[in-house]
């Protein structure tokens, strides 16, 4: 799906051999959605960033060339997951938009949302800043670790570090 309707490559990448999380398998799974989901809506949202950049471009030789890279720019969304110690790590890695410190200091605030007023999400349940809200609530009860590295138009890496189970 992610190639063909969402038009970016997603990848995965798992350690050999059994690294196991003890927890709610129905919320990890949908904590890990919501990961994958605001990947997949940043990659949208570098996209429409590249296109509004060329459209700016006044010189229409320049103009034309921008516009062609920004058609044959793809978004990817990396998974990988590996042991580090008495850890499992989990990561989730784009080439989206990228945030603000401002954003990054508060994406985890339930009802913070930088979609609610973006056209690309106009008419769509998106926005309403549950997320990653619901992201933070999910790993604090399974006693696992956040970090988020992120930068404008250089993307993000959600890393978040599991207690390993007892063998």
Not at 52 to 80: F, I, M, N
Not at 102 to 130: P, W
Not at 142 to 167: V, Y
């Amino acid at each position: 799906m992610a190639h063909d309707k969402w038009k970016l490559a997603l990848t995965a990448d798992a350690p050999p051999g059994p690294a196991l999380v003890i927890g709610d398998l129905s919320h990890l799974q949908q904590a890990v959605e919501n990961l994958v989901f605001n990947a997949r809506d940043a990659t949208f949202e570098m996209r429409n960033h590249l296109r509004d950049e060329a459209k700016r471009e006044t010189d229409p030789a320049a103009r034309r060339q921008k516009l062609l890279s920004a058609a044959a720019w793809r978004g990817e969304v990396h998974l990988a997951a590996r042991r580090d110690g008495a850890h499992v790590v989990l990561e989730v890695r784009d080439n989206g938009i990228g945030m603000t410190d401002e954003v990054r200091r508060n994406c985890l605030k339930t009802h913070f949302s930088t979609k609610r007023d973006n056209a690309l999400y106009e008419g769509y349940s998106a926005g309403m800043g549950l997320g990653l809200s619901f992201v933070a609530m999910v790993l604090e009860h399974h006693k696992a670790a956040l970090e988020i590295d992120s930068a404008p138009l250089r993307g993000t890496t959600f890393r978040i570090r599991f207690p390993l189970a007892s063998e």
